[in-house]
């Protein structure tokens, strides 16, 4: 993308576990990060925006968009991390479940992406990551979360979607897939379990989605429509 200064990431649901890795990270590669959280505080870092809000508001969406650019500019790269786990029986789930996860995971997707690509057509390119779960394609009986499966499900088509409506354009559009992770998300107590869903053994770290994402950064022009599995092997099979 055209423009002085270091490129910009936008970072959704950054204020803890995945989406803070992935501002540490961005910001030791040398870039600029805008962070958005419903309650990230203020960062020391100058590179560093924090944009508080919920992204299914869209004047959250617009004031994270005004924001990159009044501050630096540009924006090369959205990650959209921000997202709702709600794992239940089907027949369980309540109309505010759907809701709610709808409303984040889809709905901030829609809002944010749809602002940041505008951006990014007026620059010359750019980069969308949207973060999905191998539950899409490998449900669990024991782990039943059909929330998850439909509105990250959404996103892995959405990313295939974009990276051919704009492949033309020089934006690519990529996702993760990942299996359980480290974070706040599941109590420490949880991981000895959740361990065995994967054939490697272990739950990931923070450090792996982060390592896996700035991969996709990297990867140049010809890697787009890319859904990077990062779940020890879980979508490989059993």
Do not use: C
Not at 82 to 96: H, L, M, N, Q, R
Not at 101 to 109: A, C, D, I, Q, R
Not at 157 to 163: D, E, Q, W
Not at 184 to 199: F, G, Q, S, T, V
Request: glycine share 14%; charged share 15%; proline share 5%.
């Amino acid at each position: 993308m055209s423009g002085d200064g270091p490129p910009v990431a936008v970072v959704t649901g950054a204020s803890q576990g995945i989406g803070a890795g992935l501002v540490a990270g961005y910001r030791a590669q040398g870039w600029a990060v805008v962070a958005n959280s419903r309650d990230i505080k203020p960062s020391d870092d100058p590179a560093v925006l924090t944009v508080e809000g919920d992204v299914s508001q869209p004047a959250t969406a617009d004031r994270i968009v005004t924001g990159a650019l009044e501050r630096f500019g540009r924006i090369d790269t959205l990650v959209n991390n921000a997202g709702v786990f709600i794992g239940k029986p089907f027949t369980d789930y309540t109309t505010e479940d759907y809701q709610r996860v709808v409303h984040v995971n889809l709905t901030g997707f829609f809002l944010v992406t749809q602002r940041v690509i505008a951006v990014m057509l007026k620059g010359g390119g750019g980069h969308i990551v949207n973060i999905s779960t191998t539950m899409v394609e490998h449900a669990n009986s024991g782990a039943p979360a059909l929330l998850a499966t439909l509105t990250k499900g959404g996103l892995v088509a959405a990313t295939k979607s974009l990276a051919i409506e704009y492949a033309s354009r020089g934006i690519r559009a990529n996702a993760v897939s990942l299996g359980v992770i480290e974070t706040p998300l599941n109590p420490p107590e949880a991981y000895a379990a959740l361990a065995k869903l994967h054939p490697v053994g272990h739950v990931g770290q923070v450090s792996d989605v982060v390592a896996g994402i700035l991969y996709l950064e990297s990867a140049g022009p010809f890697v787009t429509g890319e859904i990077l599995h990062i779940d020890g092997g879980q979508s490989a099979g059993r």
